[in-house]
């Protein structure tokens, strides 16, 4: 028998048992690991998915939280488990850029995912303590150039969303505000409310309340359009810098080699969740707006913003370990 006729048997039958093994799948409990500490977007959105996952299922997900180096030790456990579909993580931003701006990252941002389904977008607040005298972007912008140097602002993680964020407000507003860095949105919080550091970006998830007490100002939101739970608060392309557009996002991925039936399967039950009025508005009480996409469709939009907010870093000379 020549090796053609032997590759043309072959193909059905691995076909059919691709298809016999999503169809049964998943036979037993699945990992889903959050890159960063509880607290934060990734450790809520993650764990809503996780437990409509589960709930559908019938089989437990359960959330691992394995924090550190920006996001990239718990990324790279997960790229590194076997491709059964047994092991799930959440990606963002960071996990986006993570490879091409450091050697060290442990996986590749482009090469090393199957990705599933956009979990989320958070329009990101631009965040001031109550005691900094300034009102709107401009007024905060006018402090900032007066005084180079002498406002600093909060992220969660060297080369993660909110830092990136910070990085293209300074480029285009032409001011200069340090950066001080926390392992996490829990710390940064901390520190915010305070007024250790006066200014941050954040995503609204998981500050909504603080805002709405008025323990931290919302000067803007990072999106063009603005966000439907601070209607009266303005974007920052409408407030003087026409040319800023950023967001936030979590989604959920599976290590490169997935069988393909197993990666349709999981985005598809992910998707009928998040279409739910239950989940898009818890969500969106807590400063998010559920996503929901195709696997090829969030492959193409994590490449886009890799591409974005790698351009980003490199003219702020971004680094990270």
Request: charged share 15%.
């Amino acid at each position: 028998m020549n090796r053609l006729l032997v590759l043309l048997l072959a193909a059905p039958i691995a076909t059919v048992a691709t298809c016999a093994l999503a169809q049964g799948y998943p036979a037993k409990p699945v990992r889903l690991i959050l890159a960063y500490p509880p607290g934060g977007a990734t450790d809520t959105l993650g764990r809503i998915i996780g437990k409509a996952l589960s709930e559908t299922w019938g089989q437990s997900v359960i959330a691992d939280n394995r924090p550190g180096a920006s996001g990239s030790i718990g990324t790279t456990l997960c790229v590194k488990s076997p491709p059964d579909g047994y092991t799930m993580c959440t990606v963002s931003v960071a996990q986006s850029t993570a490879s091409r701006m450091s050697a060290n990252a442990g996986f590749d941002s482009l090469k090393d995912f199957s990705h599933v389904s956009l979990i989320a977008t958070m329009p990101m607040m631009l965040l001031v303590h109550p005691s900094l005298p300034v009102k709107n972007v401009a007024q905060l912008v006018t402090l900032a150039r007066k005084n180079p140097g002498a406002l600093s602002y909060a992220s969660s993680g060297g080369g993660a969303g909110p830092h990136l964020a910070a990085e293209l407000f300074k480029q285009l507003a032409g001011i200069d505000i340090l950066s001080v860095t926390y392992k996490g949105a829990g710390a940064q919080l901390t520190d915010q409310l305070a007024g250790r550091v006066e200014v941050a970006f954040a995503p609204a998830v998981g500050f909504v309340s603080f805002v709405k007490e008025g323990k931290l100002r919302a000067l803007a939101v990072s999106t063009r359009q603005r966000f439907p739970l601070f209607p009266d608060v303005p974007s920052i392309s409408e407030s003087g810098i026409p040319k800023y557009d950023a967001s936030s996002w979590q989604g959920l991925s599976m290590p490169a080699g997935v069988p393909r039936d197993i990666v349709n399967r999981v985005s598809a039950d992910a998707n009928r969740a998040l279409k739910t009025p239950a989940i898009r508005d818890r969500i969106l009480e807590l400063g998010g707006i559920a996503g929901g996409n195709t696997p090829e469709e969030f492959s193409a939009f994590f490449q886009t913003e890799s591409d974005k907010w790698y351009q980003v870093a490199r003219a702020a000379k971004v680094v990270t370990e």
